[in-house]
């Protein structure tokens, strides 16, 4: 089992950033690729990012594609997901996910059967 506990989430401007954290235990986190992923109200839950075991491949959403990075801190179990310039589109709940998968930059890495393990995710909201 892989307990995963996000965090960072709030109100804030467009325009404005947030950093998400994801802190994990239980098994091994390094064994796992990351993944971070958003559900709107009404909407389905949609891929946002992914990162490998080791943090040396990622794999982004294009709609987040220079506004979004994620990484890992292994020492620390804990993956991040930095948001910058933020949109009143991107208010969900973002959800952290672990999962047994070699290539993250790959369409399986997108799907949330893919994963294993989930965070109870944490709201972000931003305003127009």
């Known amino acids: 089992q892989v307990q995963l506990v996000e965090s960072g989430g709030g109100l804030v401007q467009a325009g404005g950033s947030l950093r998400l954290s994801c802190a994990a235990s239980?098994?091994?986190?390094?064994?796992?690729?990351m993944g971070w992923f958003r559900q709107a109200p009404g909407k389905e839950r949609e891929f946002v990012a992914a990162?490998?075991?080791?943090?040396?491949?990622?794999y982004y959403v294009d709609f987040v594609k220079g506004r979004f990075t994620i990484s890992r801190d292994n020492a620390k179990n804990t993956v991040y997901l930095q948001m910058n310039s933020l949109e009143p589109e991107d208010t969900a709940v973002y959800y952290c996910?672990?999962?047994?998968?070699?290539?993250?930059?790959?369409?399986?890495?997108?799907?949330?059967?893919?994963?294993?393990?989930w965070g109870q995710g944490t709201q972000v909201t931003v305003s127009s």
């Open positions: 996910a672990a999962a047994n998968i070699a290539a993250v930059r790959s369409r399986y890495s997108t799907q949330p059967t893919s994963y294993d393990y």
């Open positions: 990162i490998n075991y080791s943090g040396g491949m990622t």
């Open positions: 239980g098994r091994t986190f390094s064994n796992y690729a």
